[in-house]
């Protein structure tokens, strides 16, 4: 559900002159990690929350609040499907549980040690491999950016695939693409 990034990505294999060593200067800061926190629905929605520094509970809570409330509004079961991430899990968190499931929102979690089994797992390897592998980034913001540039490219790739449109809906530090099939 949530995967942090460095500023500071691995490089990608390219070719280079015989005899000659590929180089990529490192800056000498070191930033802070941009976490990320997402919500996938494949080929229908994928929202997702940037934060500096880890995803706490508060930014969890927030955007499963958002989730609850769009649930409630739209008068339709939603379900999230979760790994078993901390924050997921927490006390806190769990008195919510009853709250979610009366605005219409039901929370399952994969079995332990199952990332495989989460296709939103898939999704940040693509962007971290695809999309920013080999980069170098001065500062978190211009990461957060690449990262942003990124998830755009992978929906307009969908977009093109699949024949979907992708709408971007932005708020606060939450982005949000919605895809709906052109008429044919």
Same mark, same amino acid.
């Given at each position: 559900?949530?995967?942090?990034?460095?500023?500071?990505?691995?490089?990608?294999?390219? %070719? %280079? @002159? &015989?005899?000659?060593? &590929?180089? +990529?200067?490192?800056?000498?800061?070191?930033?802070?990690?941009?976490?990320?926190?997402?919500?996938?629905? =494949?080929?229908?929605?994928?929202? %997702?929350?940037?934060?500096?520094?880890?995803? $706490?509970? &508060?930014?969890?809570?927030?955007?499963? #609040? @958002?989730?609850?409330?769009?649930? #409630? &509004?739209?008068?339709?079961?939603?379900?999230? /499907?979760?790994? !078993?991430?901390?924050?997921?899990?927490?006390?806190? /968190?769990?008195? +919510?549980?009853? *709250?979610?499931?009366?605005?219409? +929102? %039901?929370?399952?979690?994969?079995? *332990?040690?199952?990332?495989?089994?989460? =296709?939103?797992?898939?999704?940040?390897?693509?962007?971290?491999?695809?999309?920013?592998?080999? @980069?170098?980034?001065?500062?978190? +913001? #211009?990461?957060?950016?690449?990262?942003?540039?990124? /998830? *755009?490219?992978?929906?307009?790739?969908?977009? !093109?695939?699949?024949?979907?449109?992708?709408?971007?809906?932005? $708020?606060?530090?939450?982005?949000?693409?919605?895809?709906?099939?052109? =008429?044919?």
């Amino acid at each position: 559900m949530n995967l942090c990034f460095c500023a500071w990505s691995e490089p990608s294999y390219t %070719y %280079y @002159q &015989k005899g000659k060593q &590929k180089r +990529l200067e490192q800056t000498k800061r070191r930033g802070r990690r941009l976490s990320i926190i997402g919500f996938l629905q =494949p080929l229908i929605s994928f929202v %997702y929350g940037l934060v500096i520094g880890g995803v $706490n509970r &508060k930014s969890y809570i927030q955007m499963i #609040e @958002q989730e609850a409330s769009d649930a #409630e &509004k739209a008068g339709c079961i939603r379900i999230i /499907v979760l790994d !078993n991430g901390p924050i997921h899990r927490c006390s806190y /968190v769990q008195q +919510l549980w009853s *709250k979610w499931e009366g605005q219409g +929102l %039901y929370i399952f979690f994969l079995p *332990k040690y199952c990332s495989e089994m989460n =296709p939103i797992e898939l999704e940040w390897q693509h962007l971290k491999k695809d999309e920013l592998a080999g @980069q170098m980034f001065d500062d978190e +913001l #211009e990461l957060a950016y690449a990262v942003i540039d990124g /998830v *755009k490219a992978r929906a307009e790739r969908a977009r !093109n695939v699949l024949n979907l449109t992708p709408t971007l809906l932005v $708020n606060f530090s939450l982005h949000s693409y919605k895809f709906s099939h052109r =008429p044919t």
